[in-house]
């Protein structure tokens, strides 16, 4: 799930993933391809890990994830 955030968020949150992939060794050319590398490498971490990579792998109760997106986009606002 994570991944797809970063992916998602790249346009808001392109510096901090920037220094992220920076911090993981990835950095690529310019703001938004490092920003990709990051999530990119996450996705990796999250499969070399075994950890869940949809939210149907996880225990998240259906009914709440409206309440979580409603969230999200606040704190996006």
């Given at each position: 799930?994570?991944?797809?955030a970063?992916r998602?968020?790249?346009g808001?949150?392109?510096?901090?993933?920037?220094?992220?992939?920076e911090?993981?060794?990835?950095?690529g050319?310019?703001?938004a391809?490092?920003?990709?590398?990051?999530?990119?490498?996450?996705?990796?971490?999250?499969?070399?890990l075994?950890?869940p990579?949809?939210?149907?792998?996880?225990?998240?109760?259906?009914?709440e994830?409206p309440?979580?997106?409603?969230?999200i986009?606040?704190?996006l606002?």
């Amino acid at each position: 799930v994570l991944p797809e955030a970063m992916r998602f968020l790249a346009g808001r949150t392109g510096a901090a993933q920037a220094r992220l992939a920076e911090a993981l060794g990835v950095a690529g050319p310019d703001e938004a391809q490092s920003a990709a590398a990051a999530a990119d490498a996450v996705a990796k971490l999250v499969a070399d890990l075994g950890l869940p990579a949809r939210l149907s792998e996880t225990s998240a109760i259906r009914e709440e994830l409206p309440l979580v997106a409603a969230a999200i986009h606040e704190e996006l606002r």
